[in-house]
């Protein structure tokens, strides 16, 4: 049994899974905040001595402060056990990785890119994950990791408005949009960031000349009906490319 963990800039997902198992198809997953990292440890000491773990690959981009974390939770649940750190290689799972530095790409941006080529094979595609940060890549047919686009999440450009301009309210990025022009300042916001996380995506696909454009991310069901052009939502794709890397290598 495989424990696959995206420990990301909010939350940490993790599944259970085996290597030859269907993509995305989950013994058991979960997902918490950083501040609940609690939580993890009965989550995972149970998967433990339920199922057995054998293998633990992990993808974080949280900084050194979380994985003293996450290895303090895993020493106690398993003990034995060596830690993997999933980073960006030149080439792995069928994805060639065509960043100017390879190392340099940002493992879960890598993780995704593998799951979308997986997801999409044969076609050409655009990766979007909408967390913290939006990042919308592109991977071409036949597996070429082209390189992409990185801006503010959703909530931190509602966040950003609210600090840093005058009398502009904080407001609830999955609030419902009017028809037409918004004709009030919360919709107006919301109008505003969600029509430029639309126009990124909308411009990424006709660049790429996509025919395939997978969404996901905690912002993607807020995101993708804004989108003008054919769409899929796949939940954690981050543990699907996961999943995939080790399936691969087996």
């Known amino acids: 049994m495989i424990l696959l963990i995206d420990a990301g800039n909010t939350r940490v997902k993790w599944a259970l ?7 995305g198809a989950w013994i058991d997953s979960g997902a918490v905040t950083h501040a609940d990292m609690p939580q993890l440890e009965l989550a995972w000491c149970e998967a433990a001595a339920t199922h057995g773990v ?14 003293v ?4 939770v895993l020493q106690r649940c398993l003990p034995d056990l060596p830690l993997e750190w999933f980073a960006s290689l030149p080439a792995l799972a069928g994805l060639t ?9 940002g493992c879960d941006r890598f993780a995704a890119a593998i799951a979308g080529h997986m997801l999409a094979p044969d076609l050409p595609v655009i990766v979007v994950n909408c967390g913290t940060a939006t990042t919308i890549d592109a991977v071409t ?7 992409g686009m990185i801006l503010p999440g959703l909530g931190l450009m509602a966040s950003s408005l609210a600090r840093n301009t005058a009398q502009l309210p904080q407001i609830a990025q999955d609030g419902k949009l009017p028809d037409g022009f918004a004709d009030n300042t919360d919709d107006a916001i919301l109008s505003g960031i969600l029509a430029a996380q639309g126009g990124a995506i909308e411009h990424a696909c006709a660049r790429h000349h996509a025919t395939e454009c997978i969404i996901s991310g905690g912002a993607a069901p807020y995101i993708a009906p804004m989108l ?3 769409y899929r939502i796949v939940e954690n794709i981050v543990l699907i ?5 080790v399936s691969s290598a087996e």
Request: glycine share 12%; net charge neutral; proline share 6%.
């Open 17 to 23: 899974a085996t290597a030859d198992m269907p993509l």
């Open 54 to 67: 054998e293998r633990v690959l992990i993808a974080n981009v949280a900084g050194n402060a979380l994985r």
């Open 69 to 72: 974390q996450l290895e303090y």
């Open 97 to 105: 990785n065509g960043y100017r530095n390879p190392g340099q790409l």
């Open 141 to 147: 047919a036949d597996g070429v990791f082209l390189g």
């Open 228 to 230: 003008k052009v054919p």
């Open 241 to 245: 490319g996961l999943h995939a890397a």
